[in-house]
């Protein structure tokens, strides 16, 4: 099975990982398995502390760089091998696994949209695992996460969103809009979701490149729409919308 550091150098003299700051013990143990002072730190700074733990999870197909989001799940590397054969991607079995479901095969259904495919190939991705882990990170619950990384959100870009529970389709439509989370989730909090709000502003005519700024400067779309026929323009709405995004810090300031 390939781990991932196929280039990289063996094991560096004894001494070495003592200057490193490992004991002797754990040095022969690191060397044993074949690490790399590199790869082990890596693996430490990842939570797998012992040569044995690297070695059973390097086992089940994981990396220092995909391992937590395994561990924060609970699993143990025969949990990932397991739900790996049955050919589920990392993240849907960690969600899965925290639901407390238990692995089990897929149906004929989807092993019938999915033949040809190789089990575990999800694991090639860097780039999910990278906003996966980035999202995990932030506190951000795992089916939470992974509905943002599947809808082809990167976590750095998915996180503001997410912290305010906006689901990842809708935020994709209220960035589309050109809202800020922080406004949509003022939007959500109203009663009113993307799509209604989308629809509002596209029945009353007004162009899709306003409706942020009229939106978020607190007027509906029959608002907005009357106030440019008498010749109000957007850039008034625009002003409103920077005064109330300075003055937004101060109200939540308040209401802590």
Do not use: C
């Amino acid at each position: 099975m390939t781990t991932g550091y196929a280039d990289e150098p063996g094991p560096e003299p004894l001494h070495e990982w003592r200057r490193r700051g490992f004991t002797i013990a754990e040095a022969r143990r690191w060397i044993d398995d074949g690490f790399s002072i590199g790869n082990a730190e890596r693996w430490r700074a990842s939570g797998v502390y012992t040569a044995a733990d690297a070695r059973s999870w390097r086992t089940a197909g994981a990396t220092p760089y995909t391992v937590d989001l395994w561990l924060r799940a609970g699993m143990t590397p025969r949990d990932a091998v397991r739900w790996r054969e049955l050919g589920y991607p990392p993240e849907e079995a960690a969600d899965r696994h925290l639901a407390g479901e238990r692995p089990h095969p897929r149906g004929r259904l989807w092993r019938l949209l999915h033949r040809g495919e190789q089990p575990g190939g999800a694991l090639a991705d860097e780039e999910r695992s990278r906003s996966m882990r980035e999202l995990l990170r932030a506190g951000i619950p795992a089916g939470r996460a992974r509905a943002y990384v599947e809808s082809g959100w990167t976590g750095a870009a998915a996180v503001e969103w997410a912290e305010r529970d906006v689901e990842a389709g809708q935020a994709q439509v209220f960035r589309a809009l050109g809202l800020s989370a922080r406004e949509a989730g003022r939007v959500l909090a109203s009663g009113q979701d993307a799509l209604s709000l989308m629809t509002e502003f596209w029945r009353a005519g007004v162009p899709i490149d306003e409706v942020a700024d009229w939106r978020a400067a607190g007027f509906t779309g029959e608002e907005a729409a009357r106030m440019r026929a008498e010749g109000i323009g957007v850039e008034q709405a625009k002003v409103l919308r920077a005064l109330t995004e300075d003055d937004e810090p101060r109200r939540e300031g308040r209401e802590a």
